[in-house]
């Protein structure tokens, strides 16, 4: 089998093998679990229980105004009753409105409670009917970004759709969840790429892993022959690097193609969608299971016990049990939802899961080391690492002038901001983070210029 990949990237060390080849484990229920409303890309949701109400596992308790296109419900994940709805710390830094259900112990260990739909046949059904299954189980993306998957999986009529890519690729330092759903969930997620492929109407699939995960292509191959539904599925190993498992990365390394400036997957003829969200796909059919847990890796150096669990949405992190969460609080310096490279640094341990947490990484401080900046030396390294090939030296430079113009035209909104360049730089340039805040500071700018709407007429006396 070929090995392919994309130019640029970097090597950072995968630390995988604290957690790697572990099973996934199903935690218990916790006592209570604090939900945001709002877990997914795109326009907010309003919760729709109150303070006092019961409510059961695959419940609805919010969704968007209207039920908008670009809006995904969000369901409890534990049978129990609304204790509090309140503003509550997310892990994207920022806070957020969540709903804190507290559970039934009796209910704990009872499926039959379970308020799931009924199962739907997702090779029968209609495309309609499949989309709104899709939304109704309030899917988004799993991989991190938490777009809506319903409306991924709809492109508009001139935007044809030929390949589909499972994303395996799973690139980022510590993290194994995903290798662990692709060697123990293999044939339901082949069973959910099957469902994603009759949906957009293709023939060819691809899952994506990197060449440090060969071992499972045996096991992929027999899932496919056995949940493949006759399509065209095939694995492709990639080159262990990094960002490899970014979509605009995967689809240049498996097609040739590249997605344009400005431009989306569709735009290069591709859907990508991660293994998770695959998995939870399958059992949105299968099971009529809303999303309501997932599975992520828990680890770092700080972690005693590096694992791969499977939790309730909502689960705070603080709240797992000792032989789940066993830290050296001695030597935790950071804690990271996510991984090094693009996670987010959260302040304490009181930060629920939520449907885009792929892992959390506990970190010591020899692995968190803060360097002083030097000046820049016009090496050159970010131009070669950039996975998008753009030019962060320039666009740091526009920046620090203050022309976000400039930095504009250069290309900092196509930046994915994947850390790359600032962890090759030998002189320790946070480029990253200030294009984070480039892009807001420009966004900001244009949002501000934009005519005000007239003000209606007041009547006449």
Same mark, same amino acid.
């Given at each position: 089998m070929s090995i392919k990949t994309f130019k =640029?990237?970097?090597? @950072?060390?995968?630390?995988?093998e604290a957690s790697e080849g572990k099973a996934i484990e199903r935690i218990p229920a916790p006592k209570q679990v604090v939900i945001p409303i709002n877990q997914h890309f795109g326009a907010p949701n309003q919760s729709i229980v109150a303070v006092g109400d019961t409510v059961r596992r695959g419940q609805k308790i919010a969704e968007g105004k209207a039920g908008g296109p670009m809006t995904v419900p969000v369901h409890a994940s534990i049978t129990g009753t609304v204790k509090k709805i309140e503003v509550r710390a997310q892990s994207n830094n920022t806070?957020?409105?969540?709903?804190?259900?507290?559970?039934?112990?009796?209910?704990?260990?009872?499926?039959?409670?379970?308020?799931?739909?009924?199962?739907?046949?997702?090779?029968?059904?209609?495309?309609?009917?499949?989309?709104?299954?899709?939304?109704?189980? =309030?899917?988004?993306?799993?991989?991190?970004?938490?777009?809506?998957?319903?409306?991924?999986?709809?492109? /508009?009529?001139?935007? @044809?759709?030929? $390949?589909? %890519?499972?994303?395996?690729?799973?690139?980022? /330092? #510590?993290?194994?969840?995903?290798?662990?759903?692709?060697?123990?969930?293999?044939?339901?997620?082949?069973?959910? $790429?099957?469902?994603?492929?009759?949906i957009v109407g293709v023939k060819k699939g691809v899952i994506a892993i990197e060449e440090n995960k060969?071992?499972?292509?045996?096991?992929?191959?027999?899932?496919?022959?056995?949940?493949?539904?006759? #399509?065209?599925?095939?694995?492709?190993?990639?080159?262990?690097? #990094? /960002?490899?498992?970014g979509e605009k990365m995967l689809i240049t390394a498996i097609t040739g193609k590249e997605v344009p400036s400005g431009g989306l997957p569709m735009d290069a003829g591709c859907v990508v969608q991660n293994v998770g969200t695959l998995k939870a796909i399958a059992e949105a059919f299968s099971e009529g299971k809303p999303l309501i847990e997932r599975g992520l890796t828990v680890t770092?150096?700080?972690?005693?016990?590096?694992?791969? %669990?499977?939790?309730?949405?909502?689960?705070?992190?603080?709240?797992? @049990?000792?032989?789940?969460l066993d830290l050296d609080r001695d030597t935790l310096r950071k804690i990271v939802f996510g991984g090094p490279m693009m996670g987010v640094a959260?302040?304490? $341990?009181? %930060? @629920?899961?939520?449907?885009?947490?792929?892992?959390?990484?506990?970190?010591?401080?020899?692995?968190?080391v803060a360097k002083e900046e030097g000046p820049c030396i016009r090496c050159a390294r970010c131009l070669r690492g950039c996975s998008c090939r753009l030019s962060p030296v320039l666009m740091n430079n526009a920046l620090e002038s203050g022309d976000l113009e400039r930095a504009a035209d250069i290309g900092l909104l196509d930046c994915i901001e994947c850390g790359g360049c600032s962890y090759i730089c030998p002189s320790n340039i946070q480029l990253v983070q200030r294009f984070r805040v480039g892009k807001q500071l420009l966004r900001a700018k244009r949002a501000a210029a934009q005519p005000k709407p007239a003000a209606p007429a007041k009547a006449q006396a």
């Open positions: =640029g990237g970097i090597h @950072p060390p995968v630390r995988k806070d957020g409105i969540c709903v804190i259900i507290e559970t039934d112990p009796a209910a704990a260990e009872d499926s039959s409670s379970d308020a799931f739909m009924q199962p739907l046949d997702g090779f029968s059904c209609t495309k309609d009917e499949a989309l709104a299954r899709i939304r109704e189980a =309030g899917i988004v993306g799993m991989g991190g970004a938490g777009f809506p998957a319903h409306v991924k999986l709809a492109p /508009p009529p001139n935007k @044809p759709i030929d $390949l589909v %890519i499972a994303n395996g690729a799973e690139c980022e /330092p #510590y993290l194994t969840i995903d290798e662990a759903t692709l060697d123990e969930e293999g044939p339901t997620v082949v069973e959910g $790429l099957a469902i994603v492929m009759r060969k071992g499972a292509v045996a096991g992929l191959n027999a899932a496919i022959a056995s949940s493949g539904r006759g #399509y065209d599925i095939t694995v492709q190993l990639l080159k262990t690097k #990094y /960002p490899q498992g770092g150096g700080a972690c005693k016990t590096p694992k791969n %669990i499977l939790a309730p949405i909502g689960t705070v992190i603080g709240d797992l @049990p000792a032989e789940v959260v302040p304490h $341990l009181n %930060i @629920p899961v939520q449907k885009n947490t792929s892992g959390v990484t506990f970190m010591t401080a020899a692995e968190t």
